[in-house]
């Protein structure tokens, strides 16, 4: 499992804003495709936002609808999930990897990241909006 350090997560009201944080080994971060998967209460894990390292268009779940950016800080070997205006339904633990690629793009399925399987899930960060 690759140790990535996640932080980020609290408490918002609907509309609010959170800004989730994930800092990799050098290697991984500019070698893997690094993602956030959330699992909310009662459904199964799904993708939120995955960056591919062969800086192709990042990938972001259906339901993200425009509210959420991923982006990178190369110094900090640090991918960013900036989620706004968020809902009731995004509440959930919020978990990063970083995988393969094993294709050339970026995609996510519940348990692969650009077609490479998650080597494991850590803690994650929980996120809870609640008026």
Known sequence: QVPLVESG???VQPGGSLTLSCTAP????ENNCMGWYRQRPGEEREGVAAFHPGGVSPYYGDFVKGRFTVSRDDAKNTVYLKMNNLQPEDTGNYYCVAAGPRTGIAFME???ICGALVPGWGKGTQVSVTS
Request: a positive charge; charged letters at 30%; aromatic letters at 10%.
């Open 26 to 29: 050098k290697h991984n971060y």
């Open 9 to 11: 997560g609290g408490s």
């Open 110 to 112: 519940p348990d692969r």
